[in-house]
């Protein structure tokens, strides 16, 4: 089952503006992550924000986090044709033992229009 | 690149037959994650393996199984394949199995069909 919760489902902007995708999630964690995935093949990590920390920065992505809400949001700024793509939170539960593994939103899928 | 290959790029089969994937790690890696991704979804955890032993598992039934090997590369086998299975299959290696050692590489895919 999917732990969190996309929104939008999709999003079409020009190029040149900022796009901004949200991620819900249920249960407490260690960290949450952002994946990108072209066209159905391997997904790319883009930024790992741990529950700690409340915003972080990468080149053109800035991410934030809200641990009272359970969500996190992704904002692409300068938005290029080469951002299409689908965008997915990942969630790694906060527990001691076992496989600390990515639990996955159903993804927002972005297109750039030139 | 993310050092992360995997094969078959694709693979078609028919219900009931059995199938094997194959995952090599990026050098250095020594954990191994297994998705499964339909259509339109985000990926679902199947199983981890660290240093050659399942560290843990999702929601999968047991004709799921996989291997680690010495090398740390892997496999992933289904058997008993249902239509359901059709779907693109993710490995994923990292350098360790928490906090930012577990940031996931993932290689391209396998994308099975089963008819």
């Known amino acids: 089952s999917q732990q969190g919760e996309e929104d939008p489902q999709a999003l079409s902007i020009q190029e040149g503006e900022n796009a901004t995708m949200n991620c819900s999630y249920k249960t407490s964690i260690n960290n949450l992550q952002w994946y990108r995935q072209n066209s159905g093949r391997g997904l790319v990590h883009l930024i790992l924000i741990r529950s700690n920390e409340r915003e972080k920065h990468s080149g053109r992505l800035r991410v934030t986090l809200d641990t009272s809400k359970k969500s996190s949001s992704l904002l692409i700024t300068a938005s290029r044709a080469a951002d299409t793509a689908s965008y997915f939170c990942a969630t790694v539960p906060d527990i001691i033992q076992g496989a600390q593994k990515l639990v996955f939103g159903q993804g927002t899928r972005l297109t750039i229009n030139p | 690149e993310t050092g992360v290959t995997q094969s078959p790029t694709h693979l078609i089969k028919t219900r009931g037959q059995q199938v094997t994937l194959r995952c090599s790690s990026q050098?250095?890696?020594?954990?191994v994650s297994w998705y499964q991704q339909a259509l339109g979804q985000g990926p679902q955890f199947i199983f981890q393996y660290y240093r050659e032993e399942e560290n843990g598992r999702g929601n999968f039934p047991p004709r799921f199984s996989g291997l680690q090997f010495p090398n740390y590369s892997s496999e992933l086998n289904v058997n008993a394949l249902e239509l359901d299975d059709s779907a693109l299959y993710l490995c994923a290696s990292s350098l360790g199995r928490s906090g930012v050692k577990n940031i996931q590489y993932f290689g391209a895919g396998t994308r099975l069909s089963v008819l």
């Open positions: 050098s250095g890696h020594n954990t």
